[in-house]
């Protein structure tokens, strides 16, 4: 049951995180000044560890879940969360990391910015889908 406890809370806790970054923090990326813009994207990517370090934890949780997972947590349950923590890590490494990269190489750059947070629903519909699925499983178990 650990493992389903570690998988929820940081599920959780990066769906909230990513609500955050589609709503607020991307939004605000085109309001900063195009002298402020550097000194801001560099506080911005200082504090990626708290949402890299989670999102990989939660992926980790979620593999040892598929395999040590009590019977009244459905295998599909755990088999889709763990696909979707992947796809979410594969879409961010091919796709966004890349972008961040180029606003530390161009600084603001509107296209880059709106590109970087039209392509962030991806990551905001998969995180919030995972969260969905552990929730219904909490409420089957409890």
Sequence with gaps: MWAFL???AFTLYMTGMIWSMQILEYPLFALVGAKEFPAYHARHNRGLPFVIAPSVIAFVSAIV???IR???IPLWACITVAVLDLAIIGYTAAREAPLHARLDREGLAPSVIRDLTQGNWVRTIL???NALIL???TAHIT
């Design 6 to 8: 570690v998988t929820l």
């Design 65 to 67: 879940l598929v395999f």
């Design 70 to 72: 009590s019977s009244v």
């Design 127 to 129: 995180w919030t889908a």
């Design 135 to 137: 929730l219904g499983v």
